[in-house]
Nanobody
């Protein structure tokens, strides 16, 4: 089973940038998807972005498209989420997730493994 550890969250001003990292270890598969979800206070967890394990295919939520970039360093088994032009609505706990492509590469994906989450707070 894969283990996921996120880092890089914090406090950032609106319009600023932040990069999240997720280090993956353990048993993985070349068929896996790895990606990011987020959960804001009082809201359900939502899909943010995902990438195929080899890094060739990506998917984004409409709300972050053109602002966020997901990438993967296969040598380091590390996933990144570069977040630019941050908005107040981006405030949430961000979770790294991984697993088989149940539901496909996109918002319907149902990951099997989750990280512990990292807080991102966008302030004025």
């Amino acid at each position: 089973q894969v283990q996921l550890v996120e880092s890089g969250g914090g406090l950032v001003q609106v319009g600023g940038s932040l990069r999240l990292s997720c280090e993956a270890s353990g048993t993985t598969s070349s068929t896996y998807i790895i990606g990011w979800f987020r959960q804001a206070p009082g809201k359900e967890r939502e899909f943010v972005a995902a990438i195929s394990w080899a890094g060739r295919r990506t998917a984004y939520a409409d709300s972050v498209k053109d602002r966020f970039t997901i990438s993967k360093d296969n040598a380091k088994s590390t996933l990144y989420l570069q977040m630019n032009t941050l908005k107040f609505d981006d405030t949430a706990v961000y979770y790294c997730a991984a697993g088989a492509p149940w539901g496909g590469l996109g918002p319907d994906w149902k990951p099997e493994t989750w990280g512990q989450g990292t807080q991102v707070t966008v302030s004025s």
